[in-house]
């Protein structure tokens, strides 16, 4: 016969791994879903435009997005430690992983002998797994383009825009882009995981 305290702690073992299998969990949303992914990860990428400043690597919500140049000027890669961007009421978006980039800013002429409207694009390559309250991955082969704001850190909330040209894949598909998109700052299109 098993002893009675090594009976239980199988059984913890057992009901802890039915919790934690049966616990609710969300999926990036569609073409929405993954633009809004994307403008997290862009959000602390952007802080690139600031080089040779060394930019905070700390997240909104947790965690780390740290920044480093390499050989090829204007080339980087961020590489996120659960980075947290997002709030749902069933947990963090977290993301883990790399993307390498590579930017240009550049001045485009204005009208009316106003100053020029400085712009910057970076062209991603890379892939995030997006996890926390979430179970998907965000893999990335995309432009972004947008004029310059006076500073690269935003506020949740605000209204975000920009040029997005190439593909996004997620759990749900891929999903191509070649037009100007719009997302909200620390939100995240999302729906349950229908297989939970």
């Given at each position: 016969?098993?002893?009675?305290?090594?009976?239980?702690?199988?059984?913890?073992?057992?009901?802890?791994?039915?919790?934690?299998?049966?616990?609710?969990?969300?999926?990036l949303?569609?073409?929405?879903?993954?633009?809004?992914?994307?403008?997290?990860?862009?959000?602390?990428?952007?802080?690139?435009?600031?080089?040779?400043?060394?930019?905070?690597?700390?997240?909104?919500?947790?965690?780390?997005?740290?920044?480093?140049?390499?050989?090829?000027?204007?080339?980087?890669?961020?590489?996120?430690?659960?980075?947290?961007?997002?709030?749902?009421?069933?947990?963090?978006?977290?993301?883990?992983?790399?993307?390498?980039?590579?930017?240009?800013?550049?001045?485009?002429?204005?009208?009316?002998?106003?100053?020029?409207?400085?712009?910057?694009?970076?062209n991603?390559?890379?892939?995030?797994?997006?996890?926390?309250?979430?179970?998907?991955?965000?893999?990335?082969?995309?432009?972004?383009?947008?004029?310059?704001?006076?500073?690269?850190?935003?506020?949740?909330?605000?209204?975000?825009?920009?040029?997005?040209?190439?593909t996004?894949?997620?759990?749900?598909?891929?999903?191509t882009?070649?037009?100007?998109?719009?997302?909200?700052?620390?939100?995240?299109?999302?729906?349950?995981?229908?297989?939970?």
């Amino acid at each position: 016969m098993i002893p009675f305290v090594l009976r239980s702690r199988f059984a913890f073992v057992l009901v802890s791994g039915w919790v934690s299998a049966c616990a609710p969990s969300l999926k990036l949303d569609g073409k929405q879903g993954a633009a809004d992914a994307m403008f997290a990860a862009w959000q602390r990428s952007k802080l690139a435009a600031d080089w040779p400043m060394d930019p905070d690597p700390s997240c909104p919500l947790g965690g780390t997005a740290r920044i480093a140049p390499t050989s090829t000027a204007q080339s980087f890669i961020v590489t996120y430690e659960d980075c947290g961007v997002a709030q749902h009421e069933l947990g963090l978006a977290l993301y883990r992983g790399e993307l390498a980039f590579t930017q240009s800013i550049y001045s485009v002429s204005s009208v009316f002998d106003q100053p020029p409207i400085s712009s910057l694009s970076q062209n991603f390559k890379g892939r995030l797994l997006v996890q926390g309250g979430y179970d998907d991955f965000l893999e990335v082969e995309l432009l972004m383009a947008e004029p310059l704001g006076p500073s690269s850190v935003v506020e949740p909330g605000t209204q975000l825009s920009a040029i997005v040209t190439g593909t996004l894949r997620t759990n749900e598909g891929k999903f191509t882009f070649s037009e100007p998109v719009s997302a909200v700052s620390g939100k995240i299109s999302s729906k349950l995981d229908a297989n939970r």
